[in-house]
């Protein structure tokens, strides 16, 4: 099991950028494949983005391509997702994932065995 913690959420104009931060502890960290998704309010769950246990994979929405990286330091048991031009539509509680196992190209969230209690990005117009 993988413990997960997000930060660096916040209210930004549109046009704007943020940096979410999530520290992992528990099983290795550098073997598991990481994601993040979000959700607003009366909305189902999104999958936003996903990166491979290495870093050198990524696959995202396309709702967010070209705007958010996802990115990872595994000596710092820490993934991240910089976000930028930032829409009023992007406005929703993001949480990150690990995923349980197996190859880590997914989008569902039903692969990802532990979530973090998520971060509020609200964003102005």
């Known amino acids: 099991q993988v413990q997960l913690v997000e930060s660096g959420g916040g209210l930004v104009q549109a046009g704007g950028s943020l940096r979410l931060s999530c520290a992992a502890s528990?099983?290795?960290?550098?073997?598991?494949?990481m994601g993040w998704f979000r959700q607003a309010p009366g909305k189902e769950r999104e999958f936003v983005a996903v990166?491979?246990?290495?870093?050198?994979?990524?696959y995202y929405a396309d709702s967010v391509k070209g705007r958010f990286t996802i990115s990872r330091d595994n000596a710092k048991n820490t993934v991240y997702l910089q976000m930028n031009s930032l829409k009023p539509e992007d406005t929703a509680s993001y949480y990150c994932?690990?995923?349980?196992?197996?190859?880590?190209?997914?989008?569902?969230?039903?692969?990802?065995?532990?979530w973090g209690q998520g971060t509020q990005v609200t964003v102005s117009s």
């Open positions: 528990g099983r290795a960290f550098s073997t598991t494949a």
């Open positions: 994932a690990a995923k349980s196992s197996g190859s880590w190209f997914t989008t569902a969230g039903a692969d990802f065995g532990s």
């Open positions: 990166i491979s246990s290495s870093g050198g994979t990524a």
